[in-house]
């Protein structure tokens, strides 16, 4: 599966931005996207930012979302700042929506992460390591 | 726990004014943050900040570095999306006093948990390639959650004993090298608990040999800078020294306006050092309000 191809079908983030960089696989079907060319040595752990993890279906990472959320023109769900601040938290929200799949989710042009929308439930994909307390926004 | 007494007699006499080095570091160091250029830019944090109502002092030295008045300023939505990066002031010092010429093949020899690489990689704007090394693979998963929090994409990440790194050409090389960590007593009160001379020693051997191998590693022109968060010379001054005695290494001057640097000993405990030794620098946490630190810059 080319993951770009999925985020422009998706997402509409346009695959040119990505003409720079070089797009790696990695185990457990993670894709990463990180510099053109890696050097020969030494081993590399881990080549650049861990953007999909491309198994039966294409998951968005939220650190993409995150940084490339900008560029994208449709599946967007934006939320008021109670929801931010919940969701920000790592709780799901309902969402009326008939859309169903993964979306990006955003608030006032900041963009939190990824989400999965299923029958009108926005289902928290902020990983556990990443959620906080949000006092201030 | 109190300023040991060792501690005391070893400082006491190398320090400006003692009383005011003491004093200050039995305070809390402030908070202090930086703003990740790669997700944002001062003036929307500080716009941001503004509007909740929170003082933070942005830095005369550092135009993305703040100070805030909120202890909590973790807890800030901009902390969540990666916009702002906890960290103390002087660790931002090492990539900052090489920002002009870090060129597009750049090395963190020991970079976990990955303050300084961050930094690194927002000053590169993403661009070139960035190795992020770190010899415990257990500090890797943080090295690698914080490179992806501020998104990070010219970075890789190694796990390698930087003393048998295989040979490479870095256009620049940051060496952060493990240490003592006495410059932190001020956010970690309980380094007393765990201070001995002994430790001392021990990190000085490796340094030493990281330094040398990082030396190696580095193309003719290029540019180190080899920094520690210690005031112990045997771990700054000697190994600098040390290094000067194995190779040829030019010291170079560090200019950073607005900011208090002092120049390094000249001899300590009996030992004379190289001449050059005066251009690294020390930072005194009672000079600036921060933590104590070391700095070398280091041309091949």
């Known amino acids: 599966m080319n993951v770009l191809k999925y985020f422009a079908e998706r997402f509409g983030i346009p695959e040119s931005l990505f003409d720079e960089f070089g797009i790696y696989a990695g185990p457990k079907g993670r894709v990463y996207l ?15 930012l861990l953007i999909a993890r491309a198994e039966s279906a294409v998951k968005p990472t939220t650190n993409f979302l995150q940084l490339f959320g ?17 969701y920000a938290k790592g709780e799901d929200l309902r969402i009326p929506s008939e859309n169903e799949g993964y979306v990006i989710v955003e608030y006032s042009g900041n963009f939190l992460g990824c989400g999965m929308l299923k029958s009108g439930i926005l289902i928290n994909q902020i990983p556990k390591a990443k959620r906080q307390l949000v006092k201030y926004i | 726990m109190p300023i040991p007494k ?29 703003v990740n250029t790669i997700k944002s830019s001062s003036n929307e944090v500080k716009e941001n900040f503004e509007g909740y109502g929170i003082n933070i002092k942005q830095m005369p030295w550092y135009s993305d570095a703040f100070v805030s008045d909120e202890p909590n300023v973790g807890s800030v939505f901009e902390h969540f999306l990666g916009k702002i990066y906890l960290q103390e002031l002087v660790s931002m010092l090492p990539p900052l006093v090489i920002k002009n010429e870090l060129g597009d093949y750049v090395l963190d020899a020991c970079a976990a948990p990955g303050s300084k690489t961050t930094e690194l990689a927002a000053m590169m704007e993403n661009k070139g390639t960035l190795i992020a090394n770190d010899i415990s693979y257990s500090r890797i998963k943080a090295l690698k959650f914080n490179l992806e929090k501020v998104g990070a994409l010219n970075t890789l990440i190694t796990n390698q004993d930087l003393r048998f790194f295989p040979s490479s050409l870095f ?42 191998k990082a030396f190696d590693l580095l193309k003719p022109g290029g540019v180190m800078v080899y920094s520690t968060c210690t005031f112990a010379p045997e771990e700054n001054e000697a190994v600098v020294d040390h290094l000067l005695q194995k190779r040829e ?26 001449p050059q030794i005066e251009l690294v620098s ?10 104590g630190f070391f700095l070398a810059k280091v041309r091949k």
């Open chain 1, 34 to 48: 990180g510099p053109k060319k890696l050097p020969d040595k030494p081993d590399i752990v881990s080549p650049g």
């Open chain 1, 70 to 86: 900008k560029h994208a023109t449709k599946n967007i769900i934006s939320l008021s700042k109670e929801q931010a601040v919940s």
């Open chain 2, 6 to 34: 060792p501690f005391r007699e070893r400082y006491k006499d190398i320090v400006d004014d003692p009383d005011l080095f003491f004093e200050c570091i039995e305070k809390l160091v402030p908070k202090s943050f930086r």
């Open chain 2, 171 to 212: 256009d620049s090389i940051l060496l952060d090298a493990p240490c003592s960590s006495e410059g932190t007593v001020r956010k970690n009160s309980k380094l007393f608990n765990i201070w001995n001379e002994k430790q001392i020693h021990g990190h000085s051997n490796l340094q030493k040999q990281l330094i040398v």
């Open chain 2, 249 to 274: 290494a030019k010291l170079e001057k560090i200019e950073l306006p607005n900011f208090k640097l002092s120049p390094g000993l000249l001899q300590w405990h009996g030992r004379e050092y190289d």
């Open chain 2, 282 to 291: 020390r930072v005194w946490p009672h000079h600036n309000d921060t933590g």
